[in-house]
């Protein structure tokens, strides 16, 4: 079975710092088939990063996205007011989708 | 803009049947992939399947047994039933479309969500 592992469980940080969040998946994928969604209460998730790296549309440049094979990772240079929530990774593959757990970043 | 706009019944008793329908406006059903996720209360995104618009889908394995997901493209909507539901079933539903030129399907847009609600 593919299973995303998603760390921290959640995250303490205060707007301005630096943001880290993993995505380690149980089998080697390619960053083709990995993507991350922000996830605030009482909403939609919303496309944040696909093929690992990318942008999607209307995303800050404070966003980034990295990695290969088993481990990935979302950073978020300078953290916003607006960027408190909750993150999620997903790898699409012969099964459909696959999601981790999620991270919740929080206000420290 | 395409917008995903969801709907059906919020409240049901244990072995009904989920019924939930999703209209696509601002876009066509004819490219990419329409699909169904869930979200348990305080939990994460589960993925339940999804379709195209010639009909062809892919469902979760741990659902297969209970889901069909069906389109009518004359319609422009996507339609979820899940039969034989429990309170494992509580979830908030949504539809969202995968990017099928895109090798990770990310889902770029999403309905707004439906709880749908179980009990005995």
């Known amino acids: 079975e593919f299973v995303l592992t998603q760390s921290p469980g959640t995250l303490s940080l205060s707007p301005g710092e630096r943001a880290t969040l993993s995505c380690r998946a149980s089998?080697?994928?390619?960053?083709?088939?990995l993507a991350w969604y922000q996830q605030k209460p009482g909403q939609a998730p919303r496309l944040l990063m696909y093929?690992?790296?990318s942008r999607a549309t209307g995303i800050p440049d404070r966003f980034s996205g990295s990695g290969s094979g088993t481990d990935f990772t979302l950073t978020i240079s300078r953290l916003e007011p607006e960027d408190f929530a909750v993150y999620y990774c997903h790898q699409y593959g012969s099964s459909g989708y696959t999601f981790g757990q999620g991270t919740k970043l929080e206000i420290k | 803009q395409v917008q995903l706009q969801q709907w059906g019944a919020g409240l049901l008793k244990t072995s009904e049947t989920l019924s939930l329908t999703c209209a696509v406006y601002g876009g066509s059903l004819s490219y990419d992939y329409w699909n169904w996720i869930r979200q348990p209360p305080g939990k994460g995104l589960e993925w339940i399947g999804d379709i195209n618009h010639s009909g062809n889908t892919n469902y979760n394995s741990s659902l297969k047994s209970r889901v069909t997901i069906s389109v009518d493209t004359s319609k422009n909507q996507i339609s979820l039933k899940l039969k034989s539901v429990t309170a494992a079933d509580t979830a908030v539903y949504y539809c969202a479309r995968g990017m099928a030129a895109l090798a990770a399907r990310p889902l770029d847009y999403w309905g707004r969500g439906t709880l749908v609600t179980v009990s005995s």
């Open positions: 093929g690992a790296s």
């Open positions: 089998q080697s994928v390619s960053s083709d088939y």
